[in-house]
Nanobody
Framework: QVQLVESGGGLVQAGGSLRLSCEGS????????MSWYRQAPGGQRELVAV???????NYGESVTGRFTISRDSAKNTVYLQMNSLKPEDTAIYYC???????????????WGQGTQVTVSS
C-alpha cells in the first residue's frame, strides 16, 4: 500500500505563514506529480498547486504569489509554503499523488487524509 501523510496544519492569524508537508511511503516506484488540494466547509475540492516530475508548477489563481509548492523527490515529499494567509484560505488541505508501483505499470491516484488549516481574522 501507499500512504500520503500530511503535516503542518494548524491555526494561524491572518497574514501569517504555515508550511505543509506530505510524505509518501510504501510501494512507490515513481511519481508523476504531486499536488495540494483544499476543501473549505461546504465547498468543492479545488486545486491549490501541482508540481510535475520535471519540476514545473501550477497554482490556483487565488493563491498565486502567496503559496509555493516544492518537493524533495528522493524522499517522496512535497511541501506547500503558505504566506500572507487569509481567512478564506481556511480549509482542509489534501495531498495528492499520481504514482506507479513498478516500471511500466499504470498510474494510480492516491490521496492523503488531509490536514486542517484555519486562518483567523
Amino acid at each position: 500500500q501507499v500512504q500520503l501523510v500530511e503535516s503542518g496544519g494548524g491555526l494561524v492569524q491572518a497574514g501569517g505563514s504555515l508550511r505543509l508537508s506530505c510524505e509518501g511511503s510504501g510501494n512507490i516506484f515513481s511519481i508523476k506529480n504531486m499536488s495540494w488540494y483544499r476543501q473549505a466547509p461546504g465547498g468543492q475540492r479545488e486545486l491549490v498547486a501541482v508540481i510535475e516530475s520535471a519540476g514545473s508548477t501550477n497554482y490556483g489563481e487565488s493563491v498565486t504569489g502567496r503559496f509555493t509548492i516544492s518537493r524533495d523527490s528522493a524522499k517522496n515529499t512535497v511541501y506547500l509554503q503558505m504566506n500572507s494567509l487569509k481567512p478564506e484560505d481556511t480549509a482542509i488541505y489534501y495531498c495528492h499523488a499520481v504514482l506507479a508501483y513498478k516500471s511500466g505499470s499504470t498510474w494510480y491516484s492516491w490521496w492523503g487524509q488531509g490536514t486542517q488549516v484555519t486562518v483567523s481574522s
